[in-house]
């Protein structure tokens, strides 16, 4: 993707992205989802409308903290390597190479799977007393994005002879390795000595996300994620109709992978972060959390069957790659796709 000057300017008016209660699983739900996967790409799922306390977000942010302020050298202990799991420092990852001349300013630790309560990483010091609840918060992660999945398959209208609104989640069962990753991030507030050069670096660069689905959890009062809308768009924290007194609803968002398998239909939306123009360079750090949820390693990434989509999606993604002979697995799909932002080869 390449993002252009008049791009770098974002309006007033924010995008009206949906807010929606999951909490049963009916086609209305399901189908307010898809509309709005199709529409923007981005939709508010009410977080007390899910199996997740604002308690156990809460204790997420805390231990966020508690790590990106332990001893850096705590921190290259465990430092991010090609198997996308650890820390990455500040500056280290440039997910919009075209246009960026450094790296983000932001800092950030992934979580692979966790293996019987048990992470299959070196954890840093910081954390290895809070195992269990991580693995509790990527579990619960995980059991949201199958609710979705299965809102997905319902709202796409997914044949029932070839497995109704369970074609997606199956797919993603944690049955073998997959690539999803709990990911702590931790934009700091940005020293004079950085010489940042507002709408030249950035804290996030212009990008889409990789896999299936991608739960971002924001703190109150920190802003700062647009996204590309007929121009950038900023994204609230707390939507108009959400009070602020109510805890931040979960952003879902469509990424690439869902994007192919649908043949475009649901939408991958380029998203960033920038430093919010009412906090200025001294305003707060922001801490987010994101859930990328992938499907197992070796799913096929063959067209989706259903009807609904055949007759809406374009030809493309899965269903090109079907008719040339070509369909790839979940793993082939997102190989591509690190290799781009870190730089390692293909
Ligand atoms: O921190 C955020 O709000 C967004 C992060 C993001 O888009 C990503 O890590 O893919
Ligand atoms: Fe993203």
């Not at 000057?5 to 049963?24: K, L, Y």
């Not at 990455?88 to 799977?113: C, I, V, W, Y």
């Not at 990753?181 to 004079?192: D, V």
Request: proline content about 6%; hydrophobic content about 35%; overall charge negative.
């Amino acid at each position: 993707m390449s993002t252009t000057e008049s791009e770098s300017t974002a309006t007033a008016a924010q995008v009206d992205i949906p807010v929606i209660n999951v909490s049963r699983i009916d086609t209305d739900t399901a189908d307010r989802l898809v509309d709005a996967a199709a529409r923007f790409g981005f939709v508010f799922v009410e977080l007390e409308s899910t199996d997740i306390g604002y308690n156990t977000v809460q204790h997420m942010f805390e231990l966020s903290k508690e790590f990106f302020t332990s001893p850096r050298a705590e921190k290259e202990k465990c430092a991010i390597s090609e198997n996308n799991k650890g820390w990455s420092s500040m500056l280290s990852e440039t997910l919009d190479p075209e246009n960026q001349t450094r790296g983000d300013f932001k800092e950030a630790f992934n979580f692979g799977e966790f293996k019987d309560g048990h992470a299959q990483q070196p954890l840093p010091d910081s954390l290895t007393n809070d195992e269990p609840a991580l693995n509790d918060f990527f579990t619960s992660c995980h059991n949201l994005c199958v609710r979705l999945l299965q809102l997905f398959a319902m709202g796409l209208q997914i044949d029932e002879d070839a497995g109704g609104k369970d074609w997606f989640s199956s797919r993603h069962d944690l049955s073998g390795p997959s690539g999803s990753i709990l990911r702590l991030l931790h934009y700091p507030i940005i020293p004079a000595s950085a010489n940042y050069i507002p709408g030249k670096d950035i804290r996030a660069g212009a990008h889409s996300d990789y896999g299936s689905i991608t739960l971002l959890f924001q703190r109150p009062g920190q802003e700062g994620l647009e996204i590309l809308s007929k121009g950038w768009q900023p994204v609230p924290v707390h939507p108009e109709t959400v009070d602020t007194s109510r805890p931040p609803p979960i952003l879902v968002n469509i990424g690439d992978l869902l994007s192919y398998w649908t043949g475009g239909y649901l939408k991958s939306t380029v998203h960033r972060v920038v430093v919010p123009p009412s906090a200025g360079l001294t305003g707060e750090d922001r801490y987010s959390m994101a859930f990328f949820c992938h499907p197992v390693d070796t799913a096929l990434l063959v067209p989706v069957p259903s009807t609904f989509l055949q007759e809406r999606g374009k030809k493309r993604g899965a269903m090109e790659a079907e008719a040339q002979g070509k369909v790839i697995t979940a793993a082939e799909h997102l190989k591509g796709r690190l290799a781009a932002t870190y730089g390692w080869k293909k």
